[in-house]
């Protein structure tokens, strides 16, 4: 699991090297439940450098800070990162092949403060639609937990949001069946 604290740590030296993201995955669920523990992962939607065409800035910083440095299911850099005596996996996504964040997501992304750090990050909403997109068995799995989490109060969900972020895709009639099964919409 990922600390808020070892989150900061490692999101600070991202950011004071010019690294631009949005927070785009679990990390967002936990942030919103209150959670100490952010996740396994980071989860991070590359606005620069890109994690395509300067894959060696990811290479100099895991080298810089003598991280570990291998790559997503996508072939994007993932960084193993030290914070403390914690390792703080970080993967770093961009719109390639079947990956797909639309712009309309990260313009309206919203600052969160994590352990002292200002970052952005995908409203829930928007990351809703994202794990309905992708469709994988852990993504439905993690779809029905967020529903069980919005039926006990503990999240809330905007359905109006929701169906706005739906509209983003093309395939927006996949999405909403598969959000009605899992009983989000």
């Known amino acids: 699991m990922v ?4 989150f900061a740590e490692v999101v600070r030296v991202l950011l004071d090297r010019d690294f ?3 927070v785009i995955g679990g990390t967002i669920v936990e942030y919103m439940l209150g959670s100490e523990d952010l996740g396994d992962d980071v989860d991070l939607f590359v606005e620069s450098p890109s994690a395509v ?3 060696h800035r990811y ?3 895991a080298e810089e800070m003598d991280w570990a440095l291998g790559y997503t299911w996508l072939g994007t850099p993932r960084i193993v990162a030290r914070a403390g005596d914690e390792e703080v996996p970080v993967e770093f996504y961009e719109n390639i092949h079947d990956f797909y964040v639309p712009q309309a997501f990260i313009e309206r992304s919203i600052r969160a403060d994590i352990g002292g750090v200002r970052v952005r990050m995908l409203q829930l909403e928007d990351h809703v639609a994202l794990k309905a997109s992708a469709g994988r068995g852990s993504d439905v799995e993690r779809l029905k937990e967020i529903a069980r989490l919005v039926r006990k109060g503990k999240l809330v969900l905007d359905k109006r949001k929701l169906l706005d972020a739906i509209s983003e895709f093309e395939d927006r009639d996949v999405i909403a069946r598969r959000l009605r099964e899992v009983a989000i919409l």
Request: aromatic share 16%.
């Open 3 to 6: 600390s808020r604290r070892a």
């Open 20 to 22: 631009r993201f949005v």
């Open 59 to 61: 290479r100099s910083l």
């Open 53 to 55: 065409f300067e894959e």
